[in-house]
């Protein structure tokens, strides 16, 4: 009985080793796709530290991250075909009844009662029109998935922005009232007294409690709306739903950086959109050539080392073997399939032309974005000067009739007006400056100046 020398025993653990290694599951780019934990908190945070916990805790900004490693391994799947391509089978048969053939009339059993083969194969691309694409289309397909991360971001920066000054128009709001209760609380003093000294009658201390209890309950109302504001800021960013959030802000500042350069227009290739098209363009024309290789050959290199062993006895089954091998090339060229590349061809023209139209379409839809969202900007930073200067004169107008009142010489009404009057210049101040900081966002995302 002949045995497998050490050399081949050497062989094929090697071969299985490598078959083994080939298949074992790879962890390490599981755990290059990890996710931040939220659990970071924010206990006062201005505005640019909220954007940066955004950007970092925000499950959409997660999900393109990891939609990007996801179209790298599809990249690389796609390419894997370039390389050659080894496979191992190996298969053991044992015949119960050895087929029988009539040869000169005679039954003849051909065959043993044991067979076993085992097959090395090796293939080759040298022409594949799929292969060629992704090779050529590797950068322009993980550019698109980075784009798409880009386009996210920024999205969220600008909608965090402005949730950010909603959630502080709201809180001066808030700070209005709080300063309008006391003040309110002065004048029902003061109209107490007077009616107490038999000045005025209680009319005015009436009225006074009426506008008191309206301020109280309108500061109310603004808390409850606040805390609505803070929780959809808190779902923008991405913090954990129990923990506080109190935003840090300079007003001074905020106002300082009101003004913007209006006379900048928009820089098209600046903005994501029109590079996420500029992207798409160069894949349609991709596809274009891809579908012109449909009338190239696809040329495959191919090889295989056979082992076959027979034998009746299992046990010397592979004492004997009886190799063979073969190498070929193969050529195949579909040469009639009804129209079909002809139209794969016109269609994918087609496409690239619609491409350049997207192109000329978001152009136009930029250009007049940027100018309603300048005209808006230019329109609240108007009212919002306007407010302010409403602001100081309300409250000069406010001082004079109250003293005006504590002399006898104005009606109570009069104060109530007064003070009316400052508590809605006040508020309509700080709802112009959201309203500008907010415009702001959008002529600044128009120009193409957010960059993440």
Do not use: C
């Not at 020398?5 to 299985?16: D, F, H, Q």
């Not at 290059?32 to 006062?44: C, H, I």
């Not at 024309?285 to 495959?300: D, E, V």
């Not at 034998?311 to 073997?321: I, K, P, S, V």
């Amino acid at each position: 009985m002949k045995y497998p020398s050490k050399r081949g025993n050497a062989l094929w653990l090697a071969i299985g080793m490598a078959l083994v290694l080939s298949y074992w599951p790879s962890t390490s780019s599981a755990q290059d796709v990890g996710t931040d934990s939220p659990s970071q908190t924010l206990e006062s945070a201005g505005l640019e530290s909220i954007i940066a916990y955004a950007l970092k805790h925000q499950p959409n900004v997660q999900q393109s991250v990891i939609d990007e490693k996801i179209t790298e391994n599809q990249i690389q799947s796609k390419l894997a075909d370039w390389y050659p391509q080894v496979n191992f089978s190996y298969n053991y048969q044992h015949n119960f009844v050895i087929q029988t053939s009539i040869i000169a009339g005679n039954p003849v059993k051909l065959g043993v009662k044991n067979t076993s083969a085992t097959q090395l194969t090796l293939s080759q691309q040298i022409f594949n029109r799929d292969v060629l694409l992704a090779n050529r289309t590797k950068q322009d397909v993980q550019l698109r998935a980075n784009q798409n991360t880009t386009n996210t971001k920024i999205d969220l920066t600008a909608n965090v922005s402005k949730a950010f000054y909603d959630v502080l128009a709201t809180t001066e709001q808030i700070n209005v009232a709080t300063e309008d209760i006391r003040r309110l609380e002065r004048s029902l003093k003061d109209a107490n007294n007077q009616y107490q000294a038999g000045i005025t009658d209680k009319i005015d201390v009436k009225r006074a409690t009426i506008t008191l209890n309206n301020t109280r309950a309108s500061k109310k109302s603004s808390e409850e709306v606040l805390k609505a504001k803070i929780e959809y800021l808190k779902s923008l960013m991405g913090y954990p739903e129990n923990e506080p959030l109190q935003i840090a802000y300079d007003t001074l500042q905020m106002e300082r950086e009101l003004f913007i350069d209006t006379t900048q227009g928009p820089t098209y290739n600046q903005r994501i959109e029109y590079q996420i098209l500029e992207t798409q363009k160069r894949l349609a024309q991709a596809n274009l050539q891809y579908n012109k290789w449909s009338f190239l050959p696809t040329i495959t290199l191919n090889g295989a080392y056979n082992m076959n062993f027979q034998n009746n006895q299992f046990t010397d089954l592979y004492g004997q073997r009886y190799p063979n091998s073969y190498g070929l090339i193969t050529v195949s060229l579909p040469l009639l399939q009804g129209g079909k590349r002809k139209a794969n061809v016109s269609q994918a023209k087609w496409q690239l032309k619609r491409a350049d139209l997207d192109l000329v379409n978001l152009k136009n839809n930029i250009r007049s974005e940027y100018t309603t969202a300048l005209a808006t900007y230019q329109s609240n930073l108007t009212s919002l000067l306007a407010q302010k200067e409403n602001v100081s004169l309300a409250e000069e107008v406010y001082q004079i009739i109250q003293l005006q009142y504590r002399s006898g010489l104005k009606a109570y009404l009069e104060v109530v007006t007064a003070e009316t009057d400052l508590r809605l210049a006040r508020i309509n101040y700080y709802n112009a400056l959201y309203d500008v900081l907010s415009s702001k966002i959008d002529v600044q995302r128009a120009q193409g100046q957010f960059n993440n």
